[in-house]
């Protein structure tokens, strides 16, 4: 580490400034905006078998081939859509998972009609993120109880690609868990945010 560099977690690296700066901005901040968190929930998808940073570096080329994840439009892709997706070389061309995407966008707007997806989500954590103490990434899980249920429930209303480790990925990017170790510039931050989440009525 650098003279002056702030102690982030291991996994945030020291030589890649996008990368530290979606560790120090995003992750671990709760995110309660539904098109925000349809958008995290089919990145993770993507994500799946590959490493975060590929995707976080083609984020933007997924926006823009995703109308920015804009549901309503996703759930009318076509055959002619598919082909346009699977020819774009910046974001991550399979087939499954741009298939995925739009079923995740019915089941997106379907849900909608009874309950925000962030409603649906942090319904399952009754609204209060879990603050997690953890010292070494060892300690960290690769999926939880937790991301156990809402993994099922999400299938349940038609989603895909979100299995309990990508759910529980999801959890730590979108503030649900606090897995920043303590020793993490950005724990105390965070927790600060989700302890005012956790002092909200439900």
Not at 96 to 118: M, R, S, V
Not at 147 to 155: C, E, F, R, T, Y
Not at 173 to 194: E, I
Request: charged letters at 25%; glycine letters at 8%; proline letters at 4%.
């Amino acid at each position: 580490m650098s003279l002056g560099q702030p102690v982030r977690c291991p996994w945030a690296g020291i030589d890649d400034a996008v990368y530290q700066r979606y560790h120090d901005e995003e992750w671990g901040v709760p995110l309660l905006v539904d098109r925000l968190l349809f958008e995290k929930l089919v990145l993770e998808g993507f994500q799946s078998g590959l490493s975060w940073r590929t995707i976080l570096k083609k984020r933007d080329n997924f926006r823009r081939a995703f109308h920015d994840f804009d549901a309503a439009r996703i759930a009318r892709y076509g055959e002619k859509d598919k082909a346009r997706l699977m020819a774009d070389a910046g974001i991550v061309r399979n087939r499954l998972k741009i298939e995925a995407t739009i079923d995740n966008a019915k089941a997106y707007l379907a849900l909608a009609e009874k309950q925000p997806l962030g409603s649906f989500l942090w319904g399952f954590m009754d609204g209060k993120p879990l603050i997690h103490e953890r010292a070494a990434m060892k300690d960290v899980p690769a999926q939880t109880r937790e991301s156990g249920v809402i993994s099922k429930a999400l299938k349940a209303v038609g989603f895909r690609f979100v299995g309990p480790t990508t759910v529980y990925a999801f959890m730590q990017s979108t503030g649900m868990v606090n897995d920043h170790l303590v020793s993490c510039h950005r724990h105390a931050p965070c927790a600060a945010l989700q302890g005012k989440l956790q002092a909200m009525p439900t």
